[in-house]
């Protein structure tokens, strides 16, 4: 377990959205981050040999985070301009994946959270960032989820919260691991 204070984070954060539901619809009407000003958009993910998405016009972003946990704390937003929900697609896992190919580095973390898990914004998107500080959570026990190769869950009492991670093991089951 590792805490530090991070004032910034409590002083620029977004203030949270109240949600009620795991799976709220969009609403243009609430902050979103279409609202994003091009300089906060640190750059556009394209892949010209296996394209991310069928639609050609999708725009999948890595956006400066306003209230960042840590330094380099930026957000992966898939689709930005489809206005999804904050609810994992099949894009997002394989931006994810794909993003976690290009790092070379251990510390490397790809991250989502839900909104009833803490998400201030209702608009899919995942969180970047190293995490330089030892974790046992690699060391706990994982189980299969509903026999699906490659995602894990862990639920207490063998960690403090519910979660789940996909793992590929091999860049020769990429497209397996994809499905």
């Known amino acids: 377990m590792f805490s530090s204070l991070n004032v910034e984070r409590g002083e620029l954060r977004r203030k949270p959205m109240r949600f009620k539901n795991i799976k709220e619809p969009f609403n243009h009407l609430r902050w979103n981050f279409t609202k994003l000003h091009e300089n906060e958009i640190l750059l556009y993910l394209r892949c010209e040999d296996r394209p991310i998405s069928e639609d050609a016009l999708d725009r999948h972003v890595i956006a400066v985070n306003a209230s960042p946990l840590e330094r380099d704390h930026s957000l992966i937003i898939p689709a930005i301009n489809k206005c999804l929900p904050q609810v994992l697609t099949p894009t997002a896992i394989r931006i994810a994946a794909d993003v976690m190919l290009?790092?070379?580095?251990?510390?490397?973390?790809?991250?989502?959270?839900?909104?009833?898990?803490?998400?201030?914004?209702?608009?899919?998107?995942?969180?970047?960032?190293?995490?330089?500080?030892?974790?046992?959570?690699?060391?706990?026990?994982?189980?299969?989820?509903n026999d699906l190769s490659n995602v894990y869950i862990i639920e207490p009492p063998h960690w403090i919260c519910s979660a789940f991670a996909f793992q590929l093991t091999n860049m020769s089951e990429y497209d397996t691991f994809l499905r």
């Open 102 to 145: 290009l790092v070379a580095d251990d510390s490397f973390n790809i991250l989502f959270n839900s909104l009833l898990g803490q998400a201030s914004v209702n608009h899919l998107h995942m969180h970047c960032l190293y995490w330089p500080y030892e974790s046992d959570l690699i060391y706990r026990r994982f189980e299969t989820l």
